[in-house]
């Protein structure tokens, strides 16, 4: 392995960005005590997927095109969530294809990790587990999973803090039923699917979810709200930063 | 518009099955069966893995020599005295079928397992000829019995439970016993379907494999009914798709043990039926002659986009329904197409056009379930992507390639403008801020009912700042430069 970079690039994502904004602190807390500087872009907005897989091309290439501005140099980007790296990595050179910006698309692609990816693979992180026991679920996204290949690195994190148990629930590997637009565009079928899955959730018995994507935790914590039940989803950075931050650090 | 009933109506009939708790108790219980056979058959990943870059590999090269394949299949089967048609539409593959069927003096035909008969309804059209078709296999013979259409490619009845298939068996099998016990069921039903091989002058089959060097039609089946279909009338008519052509003979068994494995978690099925040619002199049995009907209906539309002809690769084990958690939600009848599942909303628009199947392609959360286990890689996400942007594209799109048939479908000016404004804001830092900043502020101001998203989850609650500001915030703190 080569030796760590000293500066990466945070990418929030917008859902972080307006509903889950302590994630991307935790985030940068985690690589800061790691000795990395981290740089979070004000000019960064959204992956630009909800255009793309909506179909309209043109719209995604133009706010892609703000993000590769924005995060320009060669430094790693990490991003706080399975799906939008998995936008970023692996559409935005065959969404550039045969552009003059493909090129450009291309390196960045190449710069682009998902967190807990970044956190095991590069850093090869070493967590201390200060919090109490707990059980817990671990919900991984369909983009997490299979584009980016990353449910191991979580399970990894999760399996360093001791005092953490980590229950299996039922048909975990399926989809929660967000999808972006699906969601609202074939409300019955997602909310067939965010119920099934958020019975499992409830069946298995914990006191937690955890998850690497937010826009799940979006659909997963709402429809948690909508029945009345005290479970809910946070995301891994949270997770992780609280349970190995010092105690007299915590309050 | 290329089919005579009304359109069918996917939004509704989606909405109405996945709020059907009967229905999906039945279809998720079907599917966990399904998928748990095809685990048992893959138990080593690495193994499945090489055998799907096999059966990928087969697919591939044969698409890509299709046309010459096709001649080749043709040839072959000519100098076997295998009869060779060509149908561009599902009309005319009718009117081949029933032309066979009047110069064999036959008013009835009976059938094994084909989909492509489903696709072009031929018993629906040899109903209306005053002809008749009788369905031999056991799903399709219930399925018949209930005029009701397949559920699934390779299960027709799995929608029907067995208390459904009692009912259905005593009140419309003359002098039948009520009885709920599954061997008794499927007892009946032989014995139901035995008598109309003995009168049957045409049988009808579907193709599993083609095979272009030899001439051989390969067909898979578990109940007999297909080798009796293909061998006790006088005459066999097969009827296929053009993509289901190998080049060779030796591409048949990965294709199979990929085909059987991820249907009905089966290494090998029952029956294996390898057909070349019909009876031969001195040989006691088999039909007097064999016919094959070739159909297009739409695919040589995929075959002339690089990135749609991957959709043709397609086997039809129906491992991409089987893993779909939209179709374990609605169950096959709500596509309202032949092909349910991921892939009919890869095929089904080049079969209907695009005006008739403009829900399909956004019916996808696009988890990537289907490609993970489909057994020839057909990357089935990337597809739907692509007819999601065929679908919102307008028919005069300047440098668009027309290459879908009711491309544009989806398209409202009313939309692209709201993707649009989207775009300007997400592009432009300024205007983002100024949306953040009023997600985030107004954030009391959302109505407790947000539309589609409140059916099942609370609204969505914003964060009093956004992490734009709390890195801002907390880098002051930290004495950083942003």
């Known amino acids: 392995m080569t030796s760590p970079p000293k500066t990466v690039y945070l990418f929030g994502t917008c859902i972080v960005d307006i509903f889950f904004p302590t994630a991307g602190i935790s985030a940068i807390k985690l690589l800061e005590r790691e000795g990395i500087e981290v740089r979070y872009p004000q000019a960064q907005s959204c992956c630009g997927q909800p255009a793309y897989s909506s179909g309209y091309l043109t719209e995604a290439r133009s706010v892609a095109m703000a993000q590769m501005m924005a995060f320009s140099g060669d430094e790693p980007i990490v991003v706080l969530s399975g799906s939008c790296a998995g936008m970023m990595k692996h559409h935005y050179p065959s969404l550039f294809d045969g552009l003059p910006q493909q090129t450009q698309a291309r390196a960045f692609a190449a710069r682009i990790y998902e967190l807990t990816e970044f956190l095991t693979k590069v850093l090869d992180i070493k967590l201390c587990d200060l919090g109490q026991p707990v059980e817990i679920a671990l919900h991984t996204s369909c983009a997490a999973r299979r584009e980016m290949g990353v449910r191991d690195t979580s399970l990894a994190l999760l399996n360093q803090l001791d005092k953490v148990v980590l229950k299996q629930h039922d048909h975990e590997a399926e989809c929660c039923g967000f999808g972006g637009t699906f969601s609202v565009r074939h409300p019955h079928i997602s909310a067939a699917m965010v119920e099934d899955k958020t019975s499992a959730l409830k069946a298995c018995g914990v006191q937690q979810v955890v998850s690497a994507d937010c826009a799940c935790l979006l659909n997963i914590n709402g429809a948690l709200e909508k029945q009345g039940a005290a479970l809910r989803g946070q995301h891994i950075a949270d997770f992780l930063w609280q349970r190995t931050q010092h105690v007299e650090a915590k309050q | ?482």
Not at chain 2, 334 to 358: E, F, N, Q, R, V
Request: hydrophobic share 35%; with cysteine.
């Open chain 2, 1 to 482: 518009m290329s089919h005579s009933h009304p359109l069918h109506d996917f939004r509704a009939a989606s909405s109405h099955a996945a709020q059907d708790p009967t229905q999906r108790h039945n279809t998720r219980a079907a599917m966990d069966f399904l998928m748990q056979r095809r685990a048992a058959q893959f138990p080593d990943a690495d193994e499945l893995s090489r055998l799907r870059d096999l059966g990928q590999r087969i697919r591939q090269r044969a698409l890509s020599r299709l046309p010459l394949l096709l001649e080749q299949l043709e040839a072959r089967c000519v100098a076997n005295g295998i009869q060779v048609h060509w149908a561009d539409t599902p009309a005319e593959a009718c009117e081949i079928v029933a032309g066979l069927m009047r110069q064999a003096n036959s008013q009835e035909i009976i059938k094994g397992k084909s989909m492509v008969s489903e696709e072009i309804e031929l018993n629906h059209f040899l109903e209306a000829q005053g002809m008749t078709a009788l369905e031999s296999d056991m799903g399709e013979f219930i399925v018949q019995l209930a005029h009701e259409k397949p559920s699934h490619i390779i299960m027709p009845a799995i929608h029907k439970t067995k208390v459904d298939i009692a009912h259905l068996f005593h009140d419309e099998l003359p002098r039948t016993p009520y009885t709920e016990d599954v061997d008794e069921l499927i007892q009946i039903g032989r014995h139901a379907l035995r008598q109309r091989f003995f009168t049957a002058k045409v049988g009808l089959s579907g193709v599993n494999v083609a095979v272009a060097e030899t001439g051989t039609l390969v067909l898979v089946e578990n109940e007999g009914n297909g080798r009796l279909t293909t061998s006790a009338p006088e005459m066999h008519i097969a009827i296929t798709g053009i993509e289901k052509v190998v080049e060779k003979l030796e591409d048949v068994p990965p294709i199979l043990s990929l085909l059987t494995r991820s249907a009905t978690g089966q290494p090998i099925t029952t029956y294996v039926n390898m057909i070349s040619s019909p009876r031969k002199a001195g040989e006691k049995d088999g039909p007097q002659q064999v016919h094959l009907v070739l159909l297009d209906n739409g695919r040589s539309q995929a075959y002339a986009d690089l990135q749609l002809r991957e959709t043709l690769q397609c086997i039809r084990c129906g491992a991409c329904m089987n893993h779909c958690p939209v179709y374990t939600r609605i169950g096959g009848h709500a596509y309202g197409t032949t092909y349910p599942g991921p892939i009919g909303k890869i095929i089904s628009p080049h079969l209907l056009g695009l005006d008739d199947t403009k829900d399909l392609p956004s019916a996808s959360t696009l988890c990537g379930a289907c490609s993970e286990v489909c057994p020839v890689r057909i990357p089935i996400p990337e597809l739907l992507l692509r007819l999601r942007q065929e679908s919102v594209t307008p028919e005069n799109e300047p440098n668009h390639p027309h290459t879908v048939r009711g491309q544009g479908a989806k398209y409202r000016a009313t939309e692209k403008w709201l993707w649009r404004s989207w775009a300007r804001i997400y592009s432009q830092p300024v205007l983002y801020r100024a949306s953040r900043f009023a997600a985030t502020r107004l954030r009391g101001l959302l109505p407790h009912d947000v539309g589609a998203w409140t059916i099942a989850r609370a609204k969505p609650q914003p964060a009093a700042k956004s992490l734009h500001e709390l890195v801002a915030e907390y880098q002051a703190t930290q004495g950083n430069q942003p």
